[in-house]
């Protein structure tokens, strides 16, 4: 039996410098470039399952497989002795035009496959970025939908959403929130703290660890500042921050602590000083305005009386 000689097989031409070897490395290289396309298409689908919208995935992938597409080709048809070199100058120079035309696309698009890898907000977290709070609503090629509180939607680009700082309120599992409450200096600290306490641990959403904390933040002008912190998971922020403050209110009503009152001090002179002093004493439903008739400055010997 005659040897085969694979490799005259090979060299053999078929038409002009084409030989057989370079049909057989054009069909491998263009089978090769379609398993990587599938490959990479299913590896794209798989992350960015669950990311974004199905449609922006299906985009997504079509455009990175023609792209592996294009590459896999022009570097195929080199083996078929075929001269690109004037389509891959005329494509340069249609590429730098469009580039410059479409920049912001281009960066749009780029921060958008970013975003889908980094993930630093998903579909329906609730974020703030560049004065914008709501809640995730879509996230596009070119550009993120934010749904604010108010209901209004906000298309918010890609690259500005890319390079801006993003407060994610969702992205940990608990958030904290602060009350200051304000009580009188007659009342007793330590028995508003231990019914705040009492307050926050019967509450459902108020976590126990971390731990919440009631003190003495400051002495205020008008009464004893108490700084109360609370942690909740993120997904009944809202909920326990709404409920816990009028509960609180409630509490502290029941042991008979109140808010105190603003107090203003009102300088009256010595001869408006004593018509106030007798109507009040008589007993009268007129006004201090109607009692004086007039509106005076201070004089240098004027009277205190507080109100």
């Known amino acids: 039996m005659a040897e085969i000689d694979i490799n005259g097989f ?27 396309a599938r490959v990479i298409s299913g590896i794209l689908r798989r992350t960015l399952a669950g990311k ?6 299906d985009l997504t992938v079509k455009s990175i497989r023609t792209v592996i597409y294009v590459i896999g080709v022009i570097v195929a048809c ?17 590429g730098v035009a469009v580039g410059f035309a ?19 907000v998903n579909i329906g977290d609730s974020i703030v970025v560049n004065g914008t709070e709501g809640y995730v609503e879509g996230i596009g090629l070119l550009s993120t939908r934010v749904r604010t509180y108010s209901g209004l939607y906000v298309r918010i680009p890609n690259d500005s959403l890319f390079t801006s700082e993003i407060t994610n309120m969702v992205s940990n599992v608990a958030r904290r929130f602060d009350y200051s409450i304000s009580i009188r200096y007659t009342d007793d600290a330590k028995k508003a ?3 705040t306490k009492r307050v926050i641990e019967e509450h459902p959403y108020a976590l126990k660890n971390p731990s919440p904390s009631v003190y003495v933040d400051n002495l205020g002008a008008h009464g004893i500042e108490l700084k109360v912190r609370i942690w909740s998971p993120s997904g009944f ?19 008979d602590i109140d808010v105190p009152f603003d107090q203003l001090t009102v300088w009256f002179g010595e001869e408006d000083a004593a018509k106030l002093s007798q109507s009040l004493e008589e007993g ?24």
């Open 193 to 195: 703290i231990k019914a």
């Open 102 to 120: 479409s920049q912001n696309t281009l960066s749009n698009l780029v921060a958008g496959i970013l975003l889908m890898f980094e993930r630093p």
């Open 284 to 307: 009268t439903d007129m006004t201090v305005e109607e009692i004086l008739g007039k509106s005076e400055k201070a004089p240098e010997n004027a009277n205190a009386g507080r109100v």
């Open 52 to 57: 974004t919208e199905a449609k922006t995935i």
């Open 237 to 255: 922020w809202w909920d326990a921050r709404t409920e816990l403050l009028w509960t609180i209110f409630k509490a502290l009503r029941k042991e």
């Open 10 to 36: 090979l060299d053999s031409f078929i038409y002009g410098q084409l030989t057989v070897g370079n049909i057989v490395i054009f069909v491998i290289l263009i089978i090769v470039t379609f398993v990587i």
């Open 78 to 94: 080199s083996q078929l002795k075929i001269d690109l070199s004037g389509l891959l100058v005329a494509g340069g120079v249609v």
